[in-house]
C-alpha cells in the first residue's frame, strides 16, 4: 500500500470552517497531522450576525488528540485570521479559501448590497486573507492555496449573477498567483465542489444531500495541498466520490486579413463564424501561452508583409504599392 499523506508540522487555515465543507477539511487535516485555524464568523447562509461554530469544530479536533484554534473573524479582515496562525502555532503553510454566502436573485432584484456582500466575502475576502499570508509563504518558500469556485461559477446559473461573478473571479486570481508563485514554491488549486450543506439544503433533493457529503470533497483538497501534489493553476471538481479536472478550450480560429493594412469587416466575420466557431483541432493553451499565440498571428501578418515587398518590382516600389 502507498503511503499515507501527512501534514505533520504543517499549520493550516481554513475559512469558513465552523460547518459545511470547511468543517470536513479541517477535521481531515487535523487527522493527517495539521495544526489547524478554525475559522469562521459564524452568520447566517446569507451573511447576517456572527456566532461561535469555529469552538464546536476546535473541540471535536480536540478531542481526537489534534491541534486547532478558533478565530472569529471575517475574512473581510483576513490579515486577523492569519495572525491567529501566527500567534498560536508561529507559521502558516496552507491557506484554504472556503468562507462563503449566498444572496440569490434574479438579477434586477439584485440590490448594490447583494452584489457587494457577494464579492466582499467570496471574491476580496480570499484576496486579502491570501496577501496577508504570501510573505510568509515567499519567506519560507513553501505555501499551499486552494480557492473555492463552484459550478454557477463556471457555467452561470439562473438567479446567481452575484455570486457566480465572484466564484469565476477567484479562478481568475488563482490563475495569476498560480504564476506569481511559481519561483516561491507557492501553488494555488481551485476545487469546485458540490456537497450537501446548509448552502445547498432546499436546492439539493434529500437524498442527494445525503448522499454528497462534504467528507468526500475534503481528500481532493488534502492531495491539492500535500508538499507531493506538483500542480498549480489547476481547476478540480468534486463531489460524491467523484473528481475530474477542467482546461480551457479554444478553437483553432482563423485570421481574417492577409496584411496588417487590411481592415477587417463585420461580414467578414460572419462568413466566416462556421470555421470560427469550429472545434475540430481546437487548441487548449495554458498561462501566457494565450497570448504568445496571438502575438504569432500579427508575426505572419507582418512576415507575409515584407515577403510581398520584397518581391515587388522596382517600378511597384517606386510606386510605393
Ligand atoms: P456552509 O454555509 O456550510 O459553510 C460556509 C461557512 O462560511 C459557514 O460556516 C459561514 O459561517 C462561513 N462564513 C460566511 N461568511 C464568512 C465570513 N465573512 N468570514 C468567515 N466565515 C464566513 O456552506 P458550504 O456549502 O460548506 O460552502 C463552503 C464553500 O463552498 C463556499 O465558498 C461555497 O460558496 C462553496 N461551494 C459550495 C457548494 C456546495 O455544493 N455546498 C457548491 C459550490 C461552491
Given at each position: 500500500?502507498?503511503?499515507?499523506l501527512r ?13 459545511g ?6 477535521l ?6 495539521s ?6 464568523l ?9 456566532g ?7 473541540n471535536?479536533?480536540k ?5 486547532a484554534?478558533?478565530?472569529?473573524n ?18 502558516i503553510?496552507?491557506?484554504?479559501n472556503?468562507?462563503g ?15 457587494d456582500l457577494?464579492?466582499?466575502?467570496h471574491?476580496?475576502?480570499?484576496f ?6 504570501w510573505?510568509h ?16 461559477g463556471?457555467?452561470?446559473n439562473?438567479?446567481q ?7 469565476l ?11 506569481e508563485g ?5 501553488h494555488c488549486n ?11 439544503k432546499?436546492?439539493?433533493p ?11 470533497v475534503a ?7 500535500h508538499?507531493?501534489?506538483?500542480d498549480?493553476g489547476s481547476?478540480?471538481?468534486?463531489a ?11 478553437t ?11 481592415p477587417?469587416?463585420?461580414?467578414a ?14 487548441l487548449h493553451?495554458?498561462?501566457s501561452e ?12 507582418m ?6 515587398a520584397?518581391n ?6 517606386a510606386?510605393?504599392?
Amino acid at each position: 500500500m502507498s503511503s499515507e499523506l501527512r501534514f505533520d508540522g504543517k499549520v493550516t487555515v481554513v475559512t469558513g470552517a465552523g460547518g459545511g465543507l470547511g468543517r470536513a477539511y479541517a477535521l481531515w487535516f487535523a487527522e493527517r497531522g495539521s495544526a489547524v485555524v478554525v475559522n469562521d464568523l459564524g452568520g447566517s447562509a446569507s451573511g447576517e450576525g456572527s456566532g461561535r461554530a469555529a469552538d464546536v469544530v476546535v473541540n471535536e479536533i480536540k478531542a481526537k488528540g489534534g491541534k486547532a484554534v478558533a478565530d472569529y473573524n471575517s475574512v473581510e479582515e483576513g490579515d486577523k485570521i492569519v495572525q491567529t496562525a501566527i500567534d498560536n502555532f508561529g507559521r502558516i503553510d496552507i491557506l484554504v479559501n472556503n468562507a462563503g454566502i449566498l444572496r440569490d436573485k434574479s438579477v434586477v432584484n439584485t440590490s448594490d448590497n447583494d452584489w457587494d456582500l457577494i464579492h466582499r466575502v467570496h471574491l476580496r475576502g480570499s484576496f486579502v486573507t491570501t496577501r496577508a499570508a504570501w510573505p510568509h509563504f515567499r519567506k519560507q518558500n513553501y505555501g499551499r492555496i486552494i480557492m473555492t469556485s463552484s459550478v454557477a461559477g463556471i457555467y452561470g446559473n439562473f438567479g446567481q449573477s452575484n455570486y457566480s461573478a465572484a466564484k469565476l473571479g477567484l479562478l481568475g486570481l488563482s490563475n495569476t498567483l498560480s504564476i506569481e508563485g511559481k519561483k516561491y514554491n507557492i501553488h494555488c488549486n481551485t476545487i469546485v465542489p458540490m456537497a450537501g450543506s446548509r448552502l445547498t439544503k432546499g436546492i439539493l433533493p434529500p437524498d442527494m444531500m445525503e448522499g454528497m457529503r462534504p467528507d468526500l470533497v475534503a481528500p481532493v483538497v488534502l492531495w491539492l495541498c500535500h508538499d507531493s501534489c506538483a500542480d498549480t493553476g489547476s481547476v478540480i471538481e468534486a463531489a460524491a466520490g467523484w473528481v475530474g479536472k477542467y482546461r480551457w478550450e479554444r478553437t483553432k480560429g482563423m485570421t481574417l486579413r492577409e496584411s496588417t493594412n487590411d481592415p477587417i469587416l463585420p461580414e467578414a466575420v460572419r462568413d466566416n463564424w462556421e470555421q470560427i466557431s469550429d472545434f475540430n483541432n481546437s487548441l487548449h493553451p495554458k498561462g501566457s501561452e494565450a497570448s504568445m499565440l496571438l502575438g504569432k498571428v500579427l508575426q505572419d501578418l507582418m512576415e507575409k508583409d515584407a515577403n510581398r515587398a520584397a518581391n515587388l518590382s522596382p517600378v511597384e516600389q517606386a510606386l510605393n504599392w
